[in-house]
């Protein structure tokens, strides 16, 4: 009875902890989300030189290869600028690329998306939920481990005063 209390207390305190966990990563990850996107904006810049069709830079990942070149686009004050960003593998010059922006006028990576803050949540979420389950299953083992010991000894002592009589020593 004991360890079903305690198995019941576990899956209902893992599930409140994991839930409070990531609702709360949510809403700091969201409020970031928010931010980037109000900072960072986006706009077309031509690319000043081919860019080679394979690079040293490869990583692995399957992704598409990104190469630096340089790159221009007009500001919001009408000036043009320059700088060398990384563009798809095999990007000719003249073409146009994707480039972020903040309110600074210097080159970022884009906004975090709403998507971020959801797996974030989960992942933070689901990770409090299982260590909250884990103590609780660690818990549920203590207190057996104590059960058992208790009944052993008292079994210890009910059998050295049954004992004599039941063996016929008395």
Not at 55 to 68: E, L
Not at 97 to 112: F, I
Not at 145 to 158: F, I, K, L, T
């Amino acid at each position: 009875m004991l360890l079903l209390l305690v198995a019941a207390l576990t899956l209902v305190c893992a599930s409140s902890i994991g839930i409070a966990r990531g609702w709360a990563a949510f809403d700091r990850k969201q409020s970031v989300v928010a931010e980037e996107r109000a900072d960072r904006h986006l706009i077309r810049a031509t690319v000043l030189r081919d860019a080679a069709t394979s690079s040293t830079w490869v990583d692995g990942s399957g992704r598409s290869q990104r190469v630096p070149v340089p790159v221009r686009w007009v500001t919001a004050s009408g000036a043009e600028a320059t700088e060398e960003v990384p563009v798809a593998a095999g990007t000719e010059r003249g073409q146009r690329t994707k480039l972020w922006l903040d309110n600074r006028g210097n080159v970022t990576s884009a906004p975090l998306e709403y998507r971020d803050a959801w797996a974030e949540a989960l992942l933070v979420g689901g990770g409090s939920a299982a260590i909250a389950f884990g103590s609780g299953a660690l818990a549920g083992i203590g207190v057996r481990v104590v059960c058992n010991r208790r009944r052993a000894s008292r079994w210890e002592s009910e059998w050295s005063r049954v004992e004599p009589e039941w063996s016929r020593r008395a």
